[in-house]
């Protein structure tokens, strides 16, 4: 009994100082790192350095050697050792291309030189010490390619044709083996479409590959293609000129629409805009023939002497190249004389401001209105001042034939206007004008025989007194149809107008 007590009584005291001495220990334990590069990255061909250091060892620890391993399928390959005691040893297949920077307990960092794709991976730093254990920290090396560009443009001769529509290959732009993978585009004002494709090759780089494609037309040709690759912070840009055959264009110059007779020294010049540039021209009218005064010099004709009506028509030149032919024309006319534009052409011909549409609107509305307002006041006004202005007498006063009773004329007699009684009026009598005769002109019918009124009749109406409406209905024999003489005096239109006649030939407003 005495004996088990005293066994488990050591074995405590073991396991307790084992716990004493591990926990004095643990806080230098924890202290203990060792430090690496998270992530290095190199191209192929160039050097790295993979850093990697001990910290804060501890006095009792003891540090037995440094190794660099590379993790390869969930194993260990060991790249390169450091030994105080064995010295340095470098492993294949970096034996010529691993080197420690300065061996020491503390440091470990190595030089991979000339890197290979082969080199891409996981690189684990270990130090092994005593009694402590081995520490270890782990960097991960990425192998960069830099990728071969090129553009080439198509050795198919590009043809513009009318109603082409396929669209064919004019450039390729190759991005060869980059690792990771370039960004390619082009850059041009052409109305073409880009294709892309990309290679994964076996020793994991990767091709990237676009293709230009459009329809060949006059207005692509010259124009300028540049394809752009992109590779961290790389820029690459090559660039071609489309060259781009076609027919001629033809266009006629030299006819100013002012050919007049005799004028001289004038020419018709044709232009072609062909790819390539037209070989051949001819002239000619739509009859055949041309005018015995004009000389052709390649793409000119010249028209010798002064002009004559013989020189209007319609003018064809044909231009051809190795694409094709085409013409164009113009109709020449001739006129007696010069023309000189009037200043109302050159008028218009002056640059016009450009006022917006809205603003020229509002201003013809503003002026429409304006002018609407003003023809309303000016009716408006004209019409109250030509009302009437009399007395409250009912009566309407019909003035007579312009002589006083005595039969004397007045001074400025007016000009007569005849005014009648129509039959069919109310019970007041008004006066509406009348293009018959007067009294004086009036005829007498004696016998069958019609004879102008005489002296003794216009004695008699000219001694008539003057009559009221009412007075005038009181006699309806001769008088439902009798003709007075209504004086009208421009000069006096508004003494008439604001004064009432009386009897004895005077007037009171």
Known sequence: MASQLQTSCRASCWTIGVCILAAALLPGLQAQTVLVNDTVSGFIGSDVVLHCSFTNPLPNVKITQVTWQKASNGSKQNVAIYNPAMGVSILSPYKERVTFRNPSFKDGTIQLSRLELEDEGVYICEFATFPTGNRESQLNLTVLAKPTNRMEGTKRPLIAKSGRTEKILVATCTSSNGKPPSTVTWDTKLKGEAEFQEIRNSNGTITVISRYRLVPSREAHRQQLMCVVNYQLDRFTDSITLNVQYEPEVTIEGFDGNWFLNRKDVKLICKADANPPAHTYEWKLPNGTLPGSVEIQNNTIYFKGPVSYSVAGTYICEASNAIGTRSGLVEVNVTEFPYTPSPIDDRKSMVQPNIPTPVIGGVVGGVSLVLLVAVVLFVVLRRRRHTFKGDYSTKKHVYGNGYSKAGIPQHHPPMAQNLQYPDDSDDEKKPGPLGGSTYEDEDEDVGGERKLGGPN?????????????????????????????????????????????????????
Do not use: C, W
């Open 457 to 509: 009749k216009y004695e008699e109406d000219a001694k008539r007194p003057y009559f009221t409406v009412d007075e005038g209905e009181a006699h309806p024999e001769p008088y439902d149809e009798r003709t007075l003489g209504f004086q009208y005096d421009p000069e006096q239109l508004d003494i008439a107008e604001n004064m009432v006649s009386q009897n004895d030939g005077s007037f009171i407003s």
